[in-house]
C-alpha cells in the first residue's frame, strides 16, 4: 500500500501475528462441509430467474392476439354496414348476368368473400332484377331468450348470404319472387311447401334463412295443423343445425 | 468461491486459510477484545458460507469479505452503543519525518528484542488511532486493498481515505517517535 511508509507496513505485519483459535476454525470449516454437501438445485434457479420474463412474453402473445381479432372483427361488422347501405333498392337494381362458380363459391363464405363483393361494383346487366329483402321473422321473446347469444351471428349470416337472392332468374319467377317477398314469407310458404317435390325451395330458403325464422315457420306449421310439413322442416333443420337447441314449443 | 458455490469443499478450506488471520486480526484490532473478535470473525464466515449460492464475482473476493466485515463491525458498535469516531487531531497531519525502524536483518538477539518491543509499541499506538483511520490502515494492510477498494467498504470517498491513511501514518509516527 504507497500511502503507507513501507517501514510501518513491514511491522505491523512482522508484529501481528494473531490466528482464530482452533475452535472456530472446526466450526466453520464444519459449516462450510455441511453447505457444500447440500444438494444444489441449478433448475430450479434457471426456472426461477425465467419465470417472469417468460410471463410477461405470454400476456404480450396473447394481448397481441385479442388485439388483432378485435381488429379483425371491426371491419367485417363495418363491411356489414356497407353491405346495408349499398344494397340495392327494390325497383331496379343491376344484376350480375352470369356467376363464375368460384365466385359463388366465395359468396356462399361469409364475412370476407361478402365484403369484397359488396366493394366491388356490380357488373352491368342486361336485365333489371328485383331484389327479395330476406326477412326475418321476429321471434317472440319468450322464444328468443335462448338463442339470444346466436342472434347476432344468425343475423350477420343472414346478410352475408342476402347476394344469393340476385341471382338470375327468369322474369316471370324474378316477379313470383317478387310478390312473395311483397306479401311476406308466410304468404309464400303455402304454395312452396304444396308437395314432397316442392321441398328443393325450401332447402334453398334454408341457406337463406335464420335458424330462429326457420324455427318460427316450423311452429307456424304446427299451429296450422300440418304435423306431416312440419315433421320435414324439422328433419331439415336438425340436419342443417345439428347443434342447435331446439325450443320447446317445437318439440311438442 | 465459485468452486465452492459449485460444490467444490475444498475450494472453500483453501480460501479460509488465506483470510482467516486478516479478518481475525481486523476484528481483533477494531474491537480489542478477543471474545468479541472472535464472535464477529466466525459470524461473517457464517454469512460467507450463507451466501455462496447466491455468489456472484462483482468484485475481488477481499472486497467483498471485508465489506460484510465493516458491515458486521458497524452493526456490533451500535449494539453496543459505540460511534466510530473520526477525530482529526490538530497539527499532526504534515509531519513527514522519516521514521526508521532496526531492519530485520540484523537480527541480534538484542535487535530482535528490540523489534519485538518496537512492535508492540506500534500496535498500542494503533489501537489509540480513531476507528476509521485504524479501518483504513487496516483494510490496508490486511485485505491488501486499494484506496478505491477501502472507499468502497467504508461507504466513503477515495480522497476521504487517503486523508485518513495520511494522518493515521503521521500518528503512528509521533507515537513511535521516541523509538528513532
Redesign the interface.
Known amino acids: 500500500m504507497s500511502d503507507i511508509d513501507s517501514k510501518f507496513s513491514r511491522l505491523y505485519r512482522e508484529a501481528s501475528t494473531e490466528v482464530p483459535p482452533a475452535a472456530v476454525d472446526a466450526a466453520i470449516l464444519a459449516a462450510a462441509r455441511r453447505q457444500a454437501a447440500q444438494p444444489r438445485r441449478p433448475a430450479r434457479s434457471a426456472w426461477v430467474r425465467w419465470m417472469a420474463p417468460a410471463s410477461a412474453l405470454a400476456t404480450l402473445v396473447v394481448a397481441v392476439s385479442l388485439a388483432f381479432l378485435v381488429e379483425r372483427e371491426q371491419p367485417a361488422r363495418t363491411d356489414d354496414a356497407v353491405i346495408h347501405r349499398t344494397r340495392p333498392r327494390p325497383e331496379s337494381v343491376p344484376a350480375p348476368a352470369a356467376e363464375e362458380p368460384s365466385k359463388a363459391a366465395r359468396r356462399a363464405l361469409p364475412g370476407a368473400a361478402a365484403k369484397k363483393d359488396a366493394q366491388a361494383p356490380a357488373p352491368a346487366a342486361p336485365a333489371p332484377v328485383i331484389v327479395a329483402p330476406v326477412q326475418a321473422p321476429t321471434p317472440h321473446p319468450a322464444e328468443a331468450a335462448p338463442f339470444a347469444a346466436e342472434a347476432p351471428f344468425a343475423e350477420r349470416r343472414a346478410k352475408a348470404v342476402a347476394p344469393r337472392m340476385v341471382a338470375p332468374k327468369p322474369a316471370a319467377e324474378v316477379n313470383a319472387a317478387g310478390d312473395a317477398a311483397a306479401g311476406g314469407t308466410g304468404a309464400a310458404a303455402p304454395a312452396a311447401l304444396a308437395g314432397a317435390s316442392k321441398l328443393a325451395p325450401l332447402r334453398q330458403q334454408t341457406a337463406t334463412r335464420s335458424p330462429e325464422a326457420w324455427l318460427e315457420e316450423i311452429s307456424r306449421l304446427k299451429r296450422e295443423g300440418r304435423e306431416q310439413e312440419a315433421a320435414e322442416q324439422l328433419a331439415e333443420f336438425r340436419k342443417a343445425y345439428p347443434a342447435y337447441a331446439l325450443p320447446e314449443n317445437i318439440l311438442k | 468461491m465459485l468452486a465452492?458455490r459449485?460444490?467444490?469443499?475444498a475450494a472453500?478450506?483453501a480460501l479460509?486459510a488465506r483470510w482467516?488471520?486478516p479478518l481475525?486480526?481486523y476484528f481483533?484490532r477494531q474491537c480489542g477484545h478477543a471474545g468479541q473478535?472472535?464472535e464477529l470473525?466466525?459470524d461473517v464466515?457464517?454469512r460467507v458460507?450463507?451466501a455462496?449460492?447466491n455468489y456472484e464475482p462483482t468484485a475481488k473476493f477481499a472486497t467483498w469479505l471485508f465489506r460484510i466485515a465493516h458491515n458486521r463491525l458497524i452493526d456490533h458498535w451500535r449494539k453496543t452503543g459505540r460511534e466510530p469516531v473520526d477525530a482529526f487531531a490538530s497539527g499532526e497531519g504534515d509531519d513527514d519525518g522519516e521514521?526508521?525502524?532496526p531492519a530485520?536483518e540484523n537480527a541480534a538477539p538484542e535487535r530482535e528484542a528490540e523489534?519485538?518491543e518496537?512492535?508492540?509499541a506500534?500496535?498500542a499506538a494503533?489501537n489509540e488511532l480513531p476507528d476509521v483511520q485504524r479501518e483504513a490502515?487496516l483494510l490496508?494492510?490486511?485485505g491488501?486493498l486499494?484506496?478505491e477498494e477501502i472507499a468502497s467498504v467504508s461507504g466513503v470517498g477515495r480522497e476521504t481515505i487517503?486523508s485518513r491513511?495520511?494522518y493515521?501514518?503521521a500518528k503512528?509516527?509521533l507515537k513511535l517517535e521516541s523509538w528513532r
Open positions: 465452492y459449485d460444490g467444490e469443499g472453500f478450506e479460509y482467516r488471520g481475525y486480526r481483533l473478535a472472535d470473525f466466525q464466515f457464517m458460507i450463507g455462496a449460492a521514521f526508521d525502524p530485520p523489534r519485538r518496537l512492535g508492540a506500534l500496535m494503533l490502515f490496508a494492510e490486511e491488501g486499494t484506496l487517503k491513511l495520511r493515521a501514518t503512528l509516527r
